[in-house]
């Protein structure tokens, strides 16, 4: 139980381009829902959190017009990289929390290349 | 914001060798998790761990919440355990995972 997808598992994109990503729990309905972005080599680091039927919350310093987030419903979060940049190529990883429910399970992971 | 704090950074460990990680958080927790990144970047999770102790097979952890620290021990490693372990945290009453550095751990047959 508690699966996470993620889709795609990789995109290569000129810049100027859009990109979304779709994160999606399968098996259990979650109310919130996170997104991440991890260099090489490094930790994951919030970008936003995600609940079902209002706005995301932005970390400091994350651009909310760059990344648009929406969360339409209880098992769907998606994260749309809007005029991508090179600077913009990492990993996005998307995580949930099952409702009522500390424990959060991550998805696979999208590469995103911007060239 | 809360601080998460692992160590070692690295760990080199011959097949067959015993190992401790630690995480120490700076603020009390109502969450903490343990994780496995494997070299496809897949997040798989060990423990759901605020309190007290658990063991999955040759792994288990400690998390002693009152001194904020948590342990994850690993027996018997084997090749398969090589990735970079970390350790994440939520604040109490919080919403938000923060994740420590990690630990890239390699282990040689």
């Known amino acids: 139980g508690a699966v996470v997808s993620q889709h795609p598992s990789w995109v290569i994109c000129k810049s100027g381009t859009s990109v979304k990503i779709e994160c999606r729990s399968l098996?259990?309905?979650?109310?919130?829902m996170f997104w991440y972005r991890q260099f090489p080599k490094q930790s994951l680091m919030l970008m936003a959190t995600?609940?079902?039927?209002?706005?995301?919350?932005?970390e400091q310093g994350v651009e909310k017009d760059k990344f648009l987030i929406n969360h339409a419903s209880l098992t769907l979060s998606t994260l749309t990289v809007t005029s991508a940049h090179p600077e913009d190529s990492s990993f996005y990883i998307c995580?949930?929390?099952?409702?009522?429910?500390?424990?959060?399970?991550f998805g696979p992971g999208t590469r995103l290349t911007v060239l | 914001g809360i601080q998460v704090e692992q160590s070692p950074p690295d760990l080199i460990l011959q097949e067959g060798a015993n190992s401790t990680l630690r995480c120490n958080f700076s603020?009390?927790?109502?969450?903490l998790q343990w994780f496995h990144q494997n070299p496809w970047g897949q997040l798989i999770n060990l423990f759901y761990?605020?309190?007290g102790t658990k063991q999955n097979g040759r792994l288990s952890a400690t998390t002693v919440a009152t001194e904020r620290y948590s342990l994850l021990y690993i027996s018997s490693s084997q090749t398969t355990d090589s990735g970079v372990y970390f350790c994440?945290?939520?604040?109490?009453?919080?919403?938000?995972?923060?994740f420590g550095g990690g630990t890239r751990v390699l282990v040689k047959p």
């Open positions: 098996d259990f309905q979650a109310t919130t």
């Open positions: 603020d009390s927790v109502n969450n």
């Open positions: 995600s609940n079902e039927g209002s706005k995301a919350t932005y």
């Open positions: 761990i605020p309190s």
């Open positions: 994440a945290v939520t604040k109490a009453a919080g919403n938000k995972l923060t």
């Open positions: 995580s949930a929390r099952p409702t009522d429910y500390n424990e959060q399970f």
